[in-house]
């Protein structure tokens, strides 16, 4: 019924997904690690998917199943195991054509559906294998539906549609087993999943409109391919944008990009992200269990809840996204604009993109100036905008040209100057945080009798959320403050 990738000459072995020891990956602390020989080059799929709108990260990332293993008497255990899933890995056996490991199991935790190991894993043991045939990939869509699609319809719809076709079949299909385990609607928390009411929650931090974009997107995937899946009723009679929509984030939270393209990958499916820590597998004491973690790559608390639909509690890598604009009023606004274009430079790690307005800030980790501090990318912006005749552009201009050709990533000459531009960026960050605050203050109170269990997670994603990036916001506060400081004192000793 479907075709999966060419296999290949039966003289050599199938290819498969081994967990298993190798290469380290690069940049990377040193660990005892097991990952994924086929799939070194592979990426996972967050942000990838994301509309042209959205450029935040819009680089991929790689595939990490990196693991290191520790016991930590605080780690949330297993709660029970998963009867729903028990037969997800006899199937998985099967249906691969390899034994995997008696040592794991499907349960549920604090985490959700999860794969747990009753014994130690060591590095160099090989605890699964999947074989490209075992992964669902855009060669599984039925021939009568792919020939019907347009060019323009991407690898995710098609890969939602491949889910929608085989839930419909149920039991009579070859990956019910796998099928019956993903997340139903009530149990997806991504952002776009989120009401109007709960979206307003976030309204303050950037992921507010990348869901609204991210929606806009889905909408318009799902107009795409009603014409062809009204051809065919007998199998999507009764399906709605919200089933697609479930559809389509199964495969943008799930799929793994690799040489071989976008596939969904029975078993890693089941190991969870912990961004907080080194360690991958969290010890119950009690339980005998630990969870077979993976670290999804550095995502901040605005990637999180909408690709994944979880926040964490204190994510270190948590950022947050500010706009500049130059006042219409401002009479040098065009030449500002123009040698802000002439010195754009779109490929800086602290750029957004190469619109000039628009700024990524992470957290500052020495208030006392020492380290990277705020983005220069953004100081240079406020450096230009409080130019207040074209000699002082000029002059900019010459500096950057004489230099490696950035634009104002030196400090001003005129020492009040440059304490004009850093207090000007302090006065935009002091108020964004009384923003956020307010936005925190005015979540409904955690122990508010009537609040849903549903509610309370995302009204706790929603505190995760908006408190990491005010952290983040104080931290560039405290920067900028003893800049500034130190300025004035430069100033003092100047004028005595």
């Known amino acids: 019924m479907h075709s999966h990738f060419p296999g290949p000459a039966s003289s050599d072995p199938p290819p498969t997904l081994c967990t298993r020891r190798g290469r380290k990956l690069p940049k990377r602390r040193r660990t005892n690690s097991l990952s994924t020989p086929m799939l070194q080059g592979g ?55 390899v034994e995997i490991s008696s040592v794991l199991s499907i349960g549920k935790s604090a985490y959700g559906r999860s794969l747990f190991a009753s014994e130690i894993i060591r590095t160099g043991d090989c605890i699964s294998k999947v074989p490209y045939s075992v992964q669902i990939t855009p060669d599984n869509l039925l021939p009568k539906i792919k020939a019907l699609l347009s060019n323009k319809v991407g690898t995710v719809a098609k890969l939602a549609i491949i889910l929608l076709v085989e839930q419909k079949m149920g039991q009579d299909s070859e990956w019910a087993s796998y099928i019956s385990c993903l997340p139903q609607h009530g149990e997806i928390h991504s952002t776009i999943f989120w009401s109007e009411y709960e979206l307003d929650m976030i309204r303050q931090s950037s992921v507010y409109q990348e869901t609204i974009n991210q929606k806009s997107k889905i909408e318009e995937d799902f107009a795409a391919v009603v014409p062809v899946l009204e051809q065919f009723p007998e199998i999507f009679e009764s399906i709605t944008l919200k089933d697609f929509m479930r559809a389509y984030f199964l495969v943008t939270s799930r799929a793994w990009e690799s040489t071989k393209g976008l596939s969904l990958i029975p078993f890693t499916d089941f190991m969870n992200h912990d961004g907080v820590s080194d360690s991958i597998v969290l010890f119950d004491e009690d339980k005998k269990l630990s969870e077979v973690l993976i670290n999804y790559g550095n995502f901040p608390n605005a990637t999180l809840p909408l690709d994944f639909g979880f926040t964490l509690p204190y994510n270190i890598h948590d950022q947050v996204q500010i706009h500049f604009n130059i006042p219409y009023h401002d009479c040098l606004r065009e030449m500002k604009l123009e040698l802000l274009q002439q010195h754009s430079t779109p490929k800086l790690k602290d750029a957004i993109n190469c619109s000039e307005d628009t700024f990524l800030i992470k957290e500052v980790r020495s208030p006392r100036g020492k380290g990277k501090g705020l983005p220069q990318s953004l100081r240079a912006f406020a450096r230009v905008l409080c130019c207040t005749a074209p000699e002082e552009l000029s002059d900019l201009a010459m500096e950057a040209a004489q230099m490696d050709g950035r634009l104002a990533r030196q400090p001003l000459k005129d020492s009040r100057r440059e304490l004009l531009a850093h207090e000007m960026l302090l006065s935009h960050i002091t108020h964004l945080m009384q923003k956020y605050d307010v936005a925190i203050k005015s979540l409904a109170p955690a122990n508010f009798p009537s609040m849903s269990k549903k509610f309370a997670l995302r009204r706790q994603m929603a505190h995760d959320l908006l408190t990491g990036e005010l952290r983040v916001l104080n931290s560039a506060s405290a920067w900028l403050n003893n800049y500034c400081a130190a300025l004035r004192a430069t100033i003092h000793c100047q004028s005595q």
């Open 43 to 97: 990426h996972r799929l967050s942000k990838l998917w994301r509309s042209p709108i959205t450029p935040l990260f819009n680089l991929c990332h790689r595939l990490l199943i990196n693991f290191k293993f520790s016991s930590l008497s605080q780690a949330k255990g297993l709660d029970s195991l998963d009867e729903e899933c028990e037969e997800f890995l006899p199937w998985l056996e099967r249906k691969a054509g």
